[in-house]
């Protein structure tokens, strides 16, 4: 693997025969929308291939994958036009490994709402671990401010990625609201109405956990909002179910803000299965830092 940095007078063919690599090739892996113009400066990724199956009649991606010990995500992986178009042409050259390959496991999450393009998506998806779909409000009645999910979890499957649903103090007008999280934190009675309900949901659609993402929480219900957490891990548990929590990212404990100051870190850390700090937060346009 190697990473070129473009430089004056380069173009995809100029690179390709360098690395001796195909151009197709790396306009694939770095994406890149219009290969006559690159830009100074670029760094491309350069991956070379180790073995390649040439695709005869009859081929098919699960009969090359068992030839070769392989699996069918791993093909589309090191193969992204598999992702748009899985149709095989005979004479079609498939990356099966890479030169200097070191693979290990990672997790990966992605969020996506419901209106993603499904385009950009399929291509995500082959290299995920947990889709997190965003996301599910609550009315103060205890009901699910529902979304047009399915057609994601369904995506979700088809490249083996886990679905997971999304439970905030999100408004019909998509803002998170700290009063309705505080009516929320203090009534357990409410809680678990809304409990009942997300099982239901994931029951339901397909769900493998739940990611619970309250933001903007006032400091006097921090002790509330870890409460909420331990219900809501306990009914979920035993069902098999996991749960993350998200959190603004900090450089220190006594950091000050809506976004920091009623979580807990150490126990909501301890609690939880899986903790996801929105680093993202530090770029967002509306943010309060």
Known sequence: M????????DTIWSIARRYNVSPQRIISDNAIPNPQNLVLGQALLILIPKTVHTVTAGDTLPLIAMAYDTSVLTLMQNNPVLISNPVLVPGQTLVI??????????????????????????????????????GYGFTLEGDLIEIDDQPLINLAYEYRTAPVMLISSITEEG??????????????????????????????KGYVGLDVDFEYIEPKDGEAYLRFLENVISQLHPMGFFVNTDLAPKTSGRQAGLLYEAHNYPEIGAISDTVLLMTYEWGYTYNHL
């Open 175 to 204: 803002t998170f609201s700290g009063s309705k999280a505080s009516v929320l934190f203090n009534d357990v009675n409410l809680q678990n109405k809304v409990i009942d309900n997300i099982i239901d949901i994931m029951v339901e």
């Open 2 to 9: 190697f990473v070129h940095v473009v430089k004056r007078g």
């Open 97 to 134: 490994d890479f030169t200097e390959e070191k693979r290990r496991s990672l997790v990966i999450n992605s969020y996506a709402y419901p209106y993603i393009n499904q385009d950009v998506l399929r291509r995500a998806l082959p290299y995920l671990t947990y889709l997190t779909i965003f």
